[in-house]
């Protein structure tokens, strides 16, 4: 007869571990692939959180495969046909030098995904090690580590990385790290939390962290693209279009409109997908 409890390892003489039963085992596996499959359940009926993971998957297939989808180059320009409105050549019309717009907008999507995710990667990479050693170690390193983090939050965020950008210059890089040195304390805190109290309710505040970082991450590259400290000319990004057709905006609305409304909608997708993981992983909201 199959074993039907599990055994401790203070029943063993000397305090060894055993090996869970293979009926327990099988268990807990048909447990977990049961709970995965009901949180992607979960998932696909949240119409918003599908909506806006098939718009995330959209724009990163048009940012990886950009250099197919656009009808010209991002730099082609044409003089005789300068801020043009929308047109069946120029779809979403031309800008001040006559390049197209369309072209340079899915060329912009690249910026922003890469900014959007790539930015991500850094955060996790200094905000859960901090976060992992301030909650396990505790004491004064707890102390230390977390008085860092309330320095930090001290600084308004987009007035601290337009600071960092101003030391190292213009560039996709230079977001990478300005976001990345920024971007961090609130994930380290939620992991610090996490560490300490191992509660449920925890884990899924930062895993909605998580998905709000990334359209944060988004905002801010637009944000410093606008004013002139972002991604170097004549690279595309929809921050740095609205920057410059904002002067326009009153006889060339194209400019700004197509633009603004990518921010918006990429923005938009990412918090519906995040709360929609959120939601499916959440067992208080079921």
């Keep these: 007869m199959a074993l039907s409890t599990r055994v401790s390892a203070t029943d063993v003489p000397g305090g060894g571990a055993v090996a869970l039963p293979a009926g327990l085992a099988r268990t807990e596996a048909v447990r977990s692939s049961s709970l995965a499959r009901d949180a992607l359940r979960r998932l696909l009926r949240n119409r918003l959180a599908v909506a806006g993971g098939l718009v995330v998957a959209l724009l990163c297939l048009i940012a990886l495969f950009a250099d197919v989808l656009a009808p010209l180059p991002y730099t082609k320009t044409n003089f005789s046909r300068l801020n043009e409105a929308p047109s069946r050549d120029y779809p979403l019309g031309t800008d001040h030098v006559g390049r ?89 805190r939620q992991t610090r939390a996490q560490v300490l109290s191992l509660k449920e309710k ?31 000319p004549p690279t595309p990004s929809w921050g740095q279009m609205v920057g410059e057709g904002q002067q326009y905006l009153r006889t060339y609305w194209h400019l700004c409109v197509f633009p603004s409304i990518a921010i918006a909608v990429t923005m938009l997708s990412f918090t519906f997908l995040g709360d929609g993981v959120r939601d499916a992983l959440d067992p208080k909201l079921n």
């Excluded at 976060?131 to 396990?136: E, K, N, R, V």
């Design 202 to 232: 925890e884990f899924v505040e930062g895993a909605r962290s998580l998905g709000a970082g990334v359209p944060q991450a988004i905002f801010t590259e637009a944000a410093l693209s606008f004013i002139g400290v972002g991604i170097n």
């Design 100 to 188: 197209d717009l369309l072209s340079r907008m899915i060329y912009g999507a690249r910026v922003s995904m890469l900014v959007g995710l790539g930015a991500q990667v850094i955060v996790i990479l200094i905000g859960v090690p901090v976060g992992a050693l301030s909650g396990y170690l505790g004491g004064r390193a707890d102390l230390v580590l977390m008085r860092a983090v309330d320095v930090m939050y001290a600084f308004p965020n987009l007035l601290f990385v337009i600071l960092v950008m101003s030391m190292l210059g213009a560039g996709l890089t230079n977001i990478f790290i300005a976001i990345g040195l920024t971007g961090w304390v609130g994930i380290a």
